[in-house]
């Protein structure tokens, strides 16, 4: 089996991706930009242990377009995908050396595993989840999870015929939530999810491309997101994430305003 990247950048170069995210397996590469171009290079191969082949190459196809859009650019990248296990990515993801073989090795420890989620490492304000356990992901728990510690395998993908939001996510008109979406519609129609507590990479600190603190946007977005996620228990899951995260959401906000802005996003998602 063969791990394949599947990234989002935005205004890059092929070389300078390729030895910023360290990568060391094939990958397809989606370039946001201001043209329309297909470039390609062969790395050598690195395989992660003393037995592998270092004259083995891999191969980094490099599509720049000029859409804009982090759900648009990670679908184009499943269209042209061919690894048996598809990694998605974005350019602050730098990788640990040896990733794609801890990788497979977790998918030949747990042959059931359509997906497996592992640790990538964020500053400690940012960070959502760390995994200390295999265990498996179920649809009321999944939320957590973002897009870049995502493996799937391809077959599977193609299968479900699952793609990420177009409304959700950098680029688009809600701020957050496409991986959110994906990872629920995958497990809800059947698919097995689990974590392992395998570190494969690291993120960058820099800018969020959404996140511009705890405001109106913030929270209206997530109500209708909430929407999306769970349907009839909207609300109630929406009060239990105030209320169990006003610690930090309700700083300059007061949590009765916080409530009214997820309530107003729940209703736009009912009116679409």
Known sequence: MKVEILASVMNTTLPETVEHMNLQSDAVIINQCDRLTYEEMKIAGHGGSAE???????LIRYYSFPERGIGRSRNEAILRAEGDICLFSDAD???????ETAILAEFERNPEADMIIFNITVEEERRTYHITERKRVRWYNCGRYGA????????????SGITFSLLFGGGAKYSNGEDSLFLTEFIKKGYRVY???????????????????????????RGVLYHYLYG????????RFLYAHKSTLCVDVPLKQAKRWMREGIREAKRR
């Open 52 to 58: 592998a082949d270092p004259r083995e190459e891999y």
């Open 93 to 99: 993801i730098v990788y640990e050396d040896g990733y």
């Open 148 to 159: 870049v510690s995502f493996a799937i395998r391809r077959d599977r993908l193609l299968e």
């Open 195 to 221: 974590t392992a507590p395998v570190t494969i990479g690291r993120e960058e600190a820099g800018e969020s491309s959404w996140f511009r603190g705890y405001n109106e946007k913030f929270f209206h977005d």
């Open 232 to 239: 009839r228990l909207e609300w109630i899951l929406a009060l």
